[in-house]
C-alpha cells in the first residue's frame, strides 16, 4: 500500500512514474535503466558526454579527487577533509551524507521530516497519508475528521 498524497496531476505522475513505474529508460551507453528520461538525459550529459566540460578538482593539498558536478565536489570536501559525519540522534548509527541520515531515521525509526507526518491529536498515532490518519480517528476515538 502507498501513501503517497498529492493534489497536483505533475507531482502524482511523476510519483507513479518514478515508484511504480515498470517503464525504464536505458543508456546505450553503458546499460544502465532510469526511471526517467530526464534522470537518464542527465546521466548521459554528465558520464558520456563528448563536450569539454569542466571539471572540478579538489584544492586540498595531495588530494587528486575529481568531480562531475560541483555539488559532488562539495560533498566530497564536507566528508573527506571536513570530517563532517551525521549521527542518528536516536541510535549508534552514523551517516556520511546527511541524505543517509534522514533515510535511515525513516526506515529505521519511522521518523519523518516535518509535513510528511500527520499526527492524531487524540493519541501518539501518526501516519504519513492523511486516509489513513481520518480512518484511525473514527475506529479508535470515534471521531469523524
Given at each position: ?8 496531476e ?7 512514474e518514478?515508484?511504480?513505474?515498470t517503464r ?20 548521459i550529459n ?8 569542466p ?8 588530494c587528486e579527487?575529481t568531480?562531475k558536478?560541483?555539488n ?13 559525519k ?6 549508534d548509527?552514523?551517516?556520511a ?5 534522514t533515510?535511515?531515521l525513516k526506515?529505521?525509526h519511522?521518523?519523518?521530516p ?7 491529536d ?12 481520518l480512518t484511525?480517528?473514527?475506529k479508535?476515538h470515534?471521531?469523524?475528521?
Amino acid at each position: 500500500k502507498c501513501d503517497f498524497e498529492t493534489n497536483q496531476e505533475c507531482y502524482l505522475r511523476h510519483h507513479m512514474e518514478t515508484k511504480h513505474g515498470t517503464r525504464k529508460f536505458n543508456c546505450e551507453h553503458c546499460g544502465m535503466d532510469f526511471k526517467l528520461k530526464t534522470t537518464l538525459n542527465r546521466h548521459i550529459n554528465v558520464q558520456h558526454s563528448t563536450e569539454e566540460r569542466p571539471v572540478f578538482r579538489c584544492k586540498e593539498e595531495g588530494c587528486e579527487y575529481t568531480a562531475k558536478q560541483g555539488n559532488g565536489m562539495k560533498l566530497h570536501v564536507e566528508k573527506v577533509h571536513l570530517g563532517i559525519k551525521w549521527p542518528c540522534h536516536l541510535c549508534d548509527y552514523i551517516g556520511a551524507y546527511k541524505g543517509e541520515v534522514t533515510r535511515h531515521l525513516k526506515k529505521v525509526h519511522n521518523i519523518f521530516p516535518e509535513g510528511c507526518v500527520k499526527n492524531c491529536d487524540h493519541c501518539d498515532f501518526k501516519s504519513k497519508n492523511l486516509a489513513t490518519l481520518l480512518t484511525h480517528k473514527k475506529k479508535v476515538h470515534g471521531v469523524e475528521g
